[in-house]
Nanobody, 121 residues
Framework: QVQLQESGPGLVKPSQTLSLTCTVS??????????WSWIRQPPGKGLEWMGA???????YYSPSLKSRTSISRDTSKNQFTLQLSSVTPEDTAVYYC?????????????WGQGTQVTVSS
């Protein structure tokens, strides 16, 4: 059973960089052909895909967030990390990590429980 767990600060100040980590257990993030995504849901809005890192280490980003987003991984810890720079209150959301097989836009089969991040001074 694959499990994903998000971790990181719940409160970030405007203009700072938001950093979240997803720890994966029950499966390796380097296993073919899985894609590991970050997805968020602002209050009262739908899910927004932010980006993904593939089993190979290749990264993919939403065009609307690409200039502020970086996704990396630590294979020794079986973790992948999201960094979102220059945050504003509009980045307040529940942030999820999730796994998909075969492509970054494939259906997700495992999700983390989500972590609330609030951007406020």
């Amino acid at each position: 059973q694959v499990q994903l767990q998000e971790s990181g600060p719940g409160l970030v100040k405007p203009s700072q960089t938001l950093s979240l980590t997803c720890t994966v257990s029950g499966g390796s993030i380097t296993t073919n052909y899985y894609y590991w995504s970050w997805i968020r849901q602002p209050p009262g809005k739908g899910l927004e895909w932010m980006g993904a890192i593939a089993y190979s280490g290749s990264t993919y980003y939403s065009p609307s967030l690409k200039s502020r987003t970086s996704i990396s991984r630590d294979t020794s810890k079986n973790q992948f990390t999201l960094q979102l720079s220059s945050v504003t209150p509009e980045d307040t959301a529940v942030y999820y990590c999730a796994r998909a097989e075969g492509g970054s836009s494939s259906p997700y089969d495992y999700w983390g429980q989500g972590t609330q991040v609030t951007v406020s001074s």
